[in-house]
């Protein structure tokens, strides 16, 4: 694919290269997913399953954090080719940590949680790690619960669900609101997000709430309370095959001499050729807030899996 921040149009590299083994037995599977940028490479996902008994699965190693709907679901699943701009201010950087979860599924509902090293995917080594706990749960209000963006099944009655999710990091390190002090500070960072999904007939709505509160360690440091949301829309104008699709985003942090705000819009089409499996993606993103100029980018993406 390739990225256009207009009007300059900058060459993206290739995607991730994801390595997904599933398994007999307890071991139920396994993946490895690194990343390649030109003679550079990092490790995106490398972790393994097992299973012990129906319903219960564990998860260790490095992976995304179980937290809000946007992590939940794989990126190979969203309606546009990003997650949306309200998603980056929650969990760690890339949404992904080295640690251990526990996943339960039942009828029309599952949950989550687990516990990791807090530094995120740099391995942030210049904080202590202090750890994070995280967990998610998602309940069917009303038929399957969704497990993408788009209504790919043409789902002939209403599937709507539910879902709710909690964070604490003990020690982050976060932005240094605050100009004067010369780094940016340890803090306590306790987040909840909650969600909706409705799929109908090749339609697709997603909402999405969260607040997340940061409680500097640093003397003079600013506390923050960060508010925000998505709402995204998709529609199939040719059944499984040709989907419009829109979002919307944005978070605000009032306090202190200045507020922190960002907004971003989106529009996109995608072509289904195999469903998820082969799909070309294309998204118009803008983002506004603050003090910084607008960014326009054209994303144009092939995805395929196999």
Known sequence: GFRRGLPHRVPIPPGPVILDARLPGPVHAVRVTPEFSGTSARLLDAWVDLVPRDGLRL?????????????????????????SGAAE???TPEGRDVGITARVVGSGWRAEGGVFDG???????????????SVRAVRSLRGPIPSSESDLARTPGLA?????????????????????LPAAPEARVRAGTADLVVHRSGGSLVLEGF??????????????????????????VMPR???????????????????????????GANVHLDGHQAKVQTGLREVTGGDLPTLQTLVVQLQVLF
């Open 241 to 267: 095959r040709l989907e419009m699709v829109g979002r919307a985003s944005g978070w605000e942090a009032p306090g202190g001499a200045s507020v922190l705000r960002r907004t971003t819009r989106e529009l």
């Open 160 to 180: 709507v669900a539910l879902g709710m999710g909690g964070q604490v990091a003990w020690r982050s390190l976060v932005p240094a609101f605050s100009p004067d």
């Open 211 to 236: 607040a997340r509160r940061i409680d500097p360690r640093t003397s003079g440091a600013e506390a923050r309370t960060f508010v925000g949301g998505t709402v995204a829309l998709g529609a199939f």
């Open 89 to 91: 201010q929650l969990g």
């Open 119 to 133: 530094g995120g995917m740099g391995r942030r080594t210049e904080v202590t790690p202090g750890g994070l706990a």
């Open 59 to 83: 998860r260790a190693g490095q992976m995304q954090v179980p937290f809000h709907w946007q992590r939940d679901v794989s990126s190979a699943r969203h309606h546009l080719p990003e997650r």
